[in-house]
Each structure stands twice: as C-alpha cells, then as structure tokens.
C-alpha cells in the first residue's frame, strides 16, 4: 500500500513539475486514492497563455496547499540534497526517431535471418532494462514509462501481474498516437490487444523462450525492458527454470539491471553485477542507498517520470557506446554473406540446363579429340591397362552380369551366351588364354596394355576367335533326318541337291557363326567402352607432365568440369557409349549380311574369283603403232580391240558362272533329291558342308579384323562428334534438373534477401549514430 500510495504522489507531483522549468505542456495523469483511476483530462489544441492566467497558475490560492508541503517545509539533509536539483532538470523531449527507433529496425531485419551463423549472438548482444522488484513497484514504473496516463496504468497492470509465467520483453517506443480517454474506441482497441497478447504468458508452466511486444504510445519512453515472472512456490515446476531465467537475462553483460526496492532485488542486482556497474537504483532502491534508509523523498525520485526519462538516457547513451561494436559484427557478416551470395549465383548458374548441355559438349569435342590421341599410343598413360588374361577375365564378368549389350541389335544375354560358347570349348577363359598365348603366340599376351595397343591385340583375337568356330555335333549327327526333312517339292518342281544343300547350311552354320559374330561385337564394343578410363588419365596427364605445353589447356579445363559435374561427367560417358553401340551395330549388321547371303547361296561363296585381266598387250601395241607412224589405222584398230576383249571376258564369266561351283560333287549336280540318296551321299555333303563353313569362317574372320579396325576409325572421326553435338537431356532428366536449378536460383534468392537485411541494419545504424 506505500507503493501504491507513492505512486499517487507519483502523478500529482509529475502534473505539477513540468510547468515550473521546462516550459512543457502537462500530461495526462491519474489522481485519487484507493487505485481507482480517475478520467484523464481532454486534450485541447494549446494556445499562447495569457499572463493573467499563467500567474495565477504559478501562485495558487492561500487555502489550497500541495500534498508534500509539509514535507518540504524542514527538509532533512539527504532529502535537501536529493531534491536540490530538481527544480532546474528539464525532462527531454520524446521523439519518433533515435538509437531505440533504429534499433527495433535492426532487430526486425534481423529477425527474419536468424537462421544464420552469428545473427542470434549479436540479437543477444542488444541492450535490455531487465526490472527488478515488487508487482506494485514494477507497474508503477510501467506506467511512467507508457507515458504515465490512464491508459498507461491500465495497460502496466496487464502486463505485470502475479499469473505471468513467462519472461515478457517489451519495446517501447514514442509514437504519434494519442490515445486519449481509457473509454475512447482507440484506447479499448490498444488495451484489447494487450490483453490478447499477454493471454499467452499466463498459465501454470514455466517458459523460457521470451514474450516479445512492441507497444507504442504518445509519451512513452523508448527503450527495451524485460519483466521476469516472480518465484512463486504453488508451481509443480523447480525453481531451476527461475534460474535458468535469471542467467539468461540477468547475468547477460549486455543488459542493465534495474533495481525498484531494497532487500531481495537489490541483493539479487548484487548476485550477477558485485559492483553494480550495470544497475540502476531507482525507488525505494535509489532512497534508500541515497539516504541511508529515508523512504520520504520525491514521488519523481522514486518512480515517477522522470526516472523513467534517466532509465530512457542511460540506455540510449548505452545503446549508442555499443553501436560500434554492432556495426563491425555486421561489417563481418555482410562481407559473409557477400561471399555466399557470389557463390549461390555462380552455382545457379552452373546448374542450369543450358549451361550443363553447353559445358557437356564442348567436353565431349575434346574427349573425342583425346580418344584419337589415346589410339594412336600414349606411353606414360596406364589407366586400364591390363594384360590378356586380365581383359578376358574382366569381359566374362561383365558380360555375365549383362553389361556387353547395346540396344536391341545385341542383347546382355546373347553376348553373355556368346563368351560362355566361346570360352567353354577350352574350359574356361585361362584355357582360352592359354591357347592363344602359347598355341596362336597373339603378341602383347603378357603385357599390360591400353588404347590402341590394346585394340591391335584385341583384332588379332576376334579372328583367331571366328576362325575357330565349327559346326556343332548335334546337327551332323542328325544329318540324315535333316536332309529328308529339308527335301520336297516347290513352286516349280522337286527339290534339288543344290536347294537342299543350301537349307543345310543355314541349318547347321548359321547358329554357330553368328554366336562368333556377336562375340566380336561385344568385345569391341566392351573394350572401346573401357577406353573412357584411358582417355581421362590422358587429359588429366597433360595437366601436370610436359604433354601441357604442346597440347590445348581445353583438355584440362574440360576434364575438370567433368570431375566437378556428375551430371556433365554422366552426358559425356553416355554420348560416348552410345557412338560405340551405333558402331558395334554396324559391324553386326556387315558381318551378318556376308554371313546370311553366304548362308542361303552357298554356291556364290564357293565359286571360283573371277581374276581381273592385267593384260595390256593390246594397249601397248596401240601405242606403239602411234609411235610408228600408224596413224591412218588408230581409229580403226582399237575400237576392234576393244570389243573383242569385251566378248572374250564375258564368254570367260559365263564358263565359270554355269561350271562346277565347287561345292557339292558333280555326281549330286543338277541332281533331284531323294530320300533314298540320303545315306549314300550323305559322306559327300557333310565334307563339302564342313568345307564350305571353313570357307565362310575364313571370310568373317577376315571381315571382321577388318569392320572391326573400320569401325575404331568411324568412332573417332565421326561419331563421336555426332554424338557429343548431339546431347541432350531425357524429359525425367531435364524436369529434374529445372527444379534444382529452380531450388538453387531461390537459395541465391534467399541468400540475397539476407545480404539485403544486413545492408539495411548497416544503413540504420550509421544513420542514427
């Protein structure tokens, strides 16, 4: 009740005191006793007093007596001293503007970035008036800090009141609205919002994340003030929360203590400041310490306003010696932020589409440029290198797991049937190996090779390999019931011996020689694959040995935005692998347009060449009967040359063409079949059979060393850089890399949303220093 007391003297003495020395106009205050707040005056436009009126103002009526008369009539010296000055302070105008202004900006922008590295550190660095004393006094000096009116008063006992739970962090700010009477429908608007917002605050459990409000009147001070909820002992919660709090806000080095009364405040300032170079005795506190006990001092001492203006200076003198500190921190931060915004643009703009598609093939021109270089030879470079038997090995195992295919042209598990025919008449791949390095003496068997020596070793044992294919068992045994099977009748006649011959060896050679045939495609096409390891260590080579003054500083810049991008890295090797399988599928079809044509007419394969005439007798002889002088027969005598020569060639084709093709026996020639010639001739056939699939291994082992070693010039010259200048993304692909380009250019966007924050506060700041 004594505080509720002195804060009524509190109001009486504040209307008063402005008009003796500051020349300001009094506000609104509240009068009476008991608590109950009386209506505040109305507010009139101010007008130029007349003197008549400001003297009688000055000197008022015998009979009436101010409230501390008698106090003041003997003062004691404490009191004398205390009060001595006051006549002549003259309290300091509030503004809309200053260092509390500029600092609630500051925390507003930062407020929206606190999620990076040091914005929460430096927002716990900003000063705050953390009070501390009873309910009564703490309001008291609420309301003078709002502006000491009604609705003030009213709105100090929202916010200090016994249920509070939770810190309550308070900004207060000068502003240009008047509220006026606590009944007016702005007043009732402003306290409703105060209510509801400190509704939260209430409750039983204790909470240490800080309430924060900004409330904002005409005469209220402007600085930050924390009001702690008291200990109270009905909580089920400990008391460590209480002091989890208090270290919090009290032991903060940034926050000034402001002590209301003596006793256990006063003991607690002492707790977390010994020296109490960051309290401030205001009050109860201040009379005390001042006087030694005496309590009876002025009510504008105590509580009033004009403790409330020194509480306002202290932290704007305060707030403006720590300005300094603030700006270098955020100096550090937005040099931070400048440095990450550079980089998420660069970023962004890496991951682009466009770029990605454009970085790509510029790298895949000089891959294929590279690749050539690897072909050629390149000592120094051991990037899958392996020798003989560690390359078959390795070929098994892919082509087992179904890595050796390329398209629909040669499935996984065709090449994969294909190496497990080739290797399983030799018991395996060593065995394979073994016969090749000692039987066939391929060179190169025991070297660890790569590029294109490896290619030259890789020919010679595709054709030892299509030269060692033979008819399989199973279909000579069944010769006889394949023979009646393949005889019969046509469209013009029975079948003859030639017809039959010819469905043999479709029968009998076509499976096993296209096995052959899709080996040597997925070896070619599983090695030429494996040169991608042999073509980057090359590039990468010319970074750092002397290769990097005579070759193009492209290859190594393109290497690294392979390295640097899997989604380069990956478009690359993938145009790549797709040129190898466009020329794997050429070879197949060369290969298997010989062996189908040879199959259906054995006859053609097997007749004899027809040697080109190298003869130029006649020629010669035209010659020299130009030299002799013979010019009168030239035009008579060569065009006869000629067309005898013609008919000659042609009747000598003819002979060939209609004579024994040396494929079935003349006895079985221009022969109908029969059944019963089966067992007899059957000798017969099966020779000339086996004769002819030498033959026609012969032929695509020849063809293919020679598609095969086409094929590696066709890679390197054409369809590589068809291939590179053809990348391009799938539609899954490109959606995927929009919406992380999109991602990355809203992180860039972000980034520069925080750079932009950071440069505001700066502005602030130094506009307020």
């Known amino acids: 009740m004594a505080m509720k007391k002195r804060g009524t003297g509190v109001a009486v003495a504040a209307q008063e005191r402005p008009e003796e020395g500051s020349g300001r ?15 505040p005056q109305k507010k009139v436009k101010k007008e130029p007093a007349q003197p008549g009126r400001r003297a ?74 953390v009070l501390l004393g009873g309910i009564a006094a703490r309001r008291e000096l609420m309301s003078g800090l709002l502006g000491e009116t009604a609705v003030a008063q009213a709105a100090s006992a929202v916010l200090v009141q016994p249920g509070m739970r939770q810190p309550i962090a308070l900004e207060l700010r000068c502003s240009n609205a008047d509220l006026g009477h606590p009944q007016a429908p702005e007043a ?16 039983q459990r204790l909470k240490l994340e800080s309430l924060r409000l900004r409330l904002s009147a005409a005469g209220c001070a402007n600085l930050d003030v924390v009001d702690l909820p008291e200990k109270c002992s009905m909580l089920a919660e400990p008391p460590l929360k209480i002091e989890e709090m208090r270290m919090k806000h009290m032991g903060s080095a940034c926050n000034l203590l402001v002590c209301l009364e003596q006793g256990p405040p006063l003991e607690l300032c002492k707790r977390f400041d010994p020296q109490l170079v960051r309290t401030l005795l205001v009050g109860a506190a201040a009379s005390s310490v001042s006087s030694g006990g ?51 643009r660069e970023l962004a703009h890496k991951e682009s589409t466009l770029e990605l598609l454009s970085k790509a093939r510029y790298a895949g021109f000089s891959f294929g440029r590279a690749l050539q270089e690897v072909i050629q030879g390149t000592p120094g470079c051991n990037a899958g290198a392996s020798t003989l038997e560690e390359e078959l090995l390795d070929f098994a195992a892919s082509a087992a797991m179904g890595h050796c295919g390329a398209g629909d042209f040669l499935l996984g598990q065709d090449a994969a049937a294909a190496a497990a025919a080739v290797f399983e ?129 492209l290859f190594t810049q393109h290497l690294t935005a392979m390295r640097s991008s899997p989604v380069v890295r990956d478009l690359v090797y993938g145009a790549f692998d797709d040129a190898v399988g466009a020329v794997g599928e050429q070879l197949m079809k060369n290969l298997m347009g010989t062996l189908t044509a040879a199959c259906i007419n054995p006859e053609i394969m097997l007749r004899p060449r027809t040697d080109p005439d190298l003869d130029l007798t006649a020629e010669k002889e035209q010659k020299d009967s130009e030299m002799n002088g013979k010019e009168s027969n030239r035009k008579e005598l060569y065009p006869a040359l000629k067309r005898r020569e013609a008919r000659q060639r042609v009747t000598q084709e003819m ?48 063809q293919a060393y020679a598609f ?60 307020a220093r």
Request: glycine residues 8%; hydrophobic residues 40%.
């Open 25 to 39: 106009a009094p506000v609104s205050t509240v009068s009476g006793s008991g608590g109950e707040a009386a209506q």
């Open 56 to 129: 009688e103002k000055r000197n008022p009526p015998a009979n009436e007596s101010p409230p501390l008369a008698s106090a003041m009539l003997a003062p004691s010296p404490a009191r004398a001293m205390a009060l001595a000055p006051e006549p002549k302070a003259k309290r300091r105008r509030r503004t809309m503007d200053g260092i509390a202004w500029a600092l609630s900006e500051v925390r507003n922008q930062l407020e929206k970035i606190c999620d990076v590295e040091g914005v929460r550190d430096l927002l716990g660095r900003f000063p705050e008036c």
């Open 188 to 203: 009732e608007s402003w306290l409703r919002g105060v209510q509801n917002a400190t509704q939260q605050a209430l409750g």
């Open 294 to 344: 005496d309590d009876s001092l002025p009510a504008s001492i105590l509580c009033g306003p004009d403790a409330a203006t020194c509480l306002e200076e202290r932290f704007s003198s305060l707030c403006r010696e720590r300005a300094p500190q603030w700006l270098s921190n955020l100096e550090r931060l937005e040099g931070r932020l400048m440095k990450s915004s550079k980089e998420a």
């Open 425 to 553: 008449s030799f018991g395996g791949v060593e065995g394979y190996t073994t016969y090749l390095r000692n039987e066939v003496k391929i060179p190169g068997a025991d070297v660890a090779l790569n590029g294109g020596a490896s290619w030259r070793r890789l020919l010679a044992e595709v054709e030892v390999a299509v030269r060692l294919a033979h008819p399989p068992q199973e279909s000579l045994k069944n010769f006889a019931v394949a023979a009646i099977c393949a005889g019969g009748t046509g469209m013009h006649g029975h079948q003859r011996w030639e017809d039959v011959a010819s469905k043999l060896m479709l029968t009998i050679a076509f499976e096993p020689l296209l096995l052959r045939l899709r080996y040597v495609t997925a070896r070619v096409i599983w090695l030429l694959r494996q040169q991608k390891l042999a073509v980057s260590e090359w590039m990468s080579f010319l970074a750092e040995g002397p290769g990097a003054r005579i070759s193009s500083p």
């Open 655 to 702: 002979r060939k063409r209609s004579g024994p093709s040396g494929g079935l026996p003349a006895q079985l020639q221009d022969r109908i079949f029969d059944p019963k010639d089966v067992k007899s001739s059957a000798p017969l056939v099966i020779r000339k059979l086996h004769k002819a699939f030498g033959t026609l291994a012969g032929i695509l082992a020849t």
């Open 708 to 767: 095969a070693d086409a094929s590696l010039t066709t890679l390197s010259r054409r369809e590589v850089d068809e291939a590179m200048n053809g990348i391009d993304f799938s539609p899954e692909q490109r959606r995927i890399l929009e919406a992380r380009h999109q991602e990355l250019y809203d992180v860039a966007k972000e980034v520069d949303g925080r750079l932009e924050s950071v440069k505001k506060c700066l502005s602030i700041l130094r506009s």
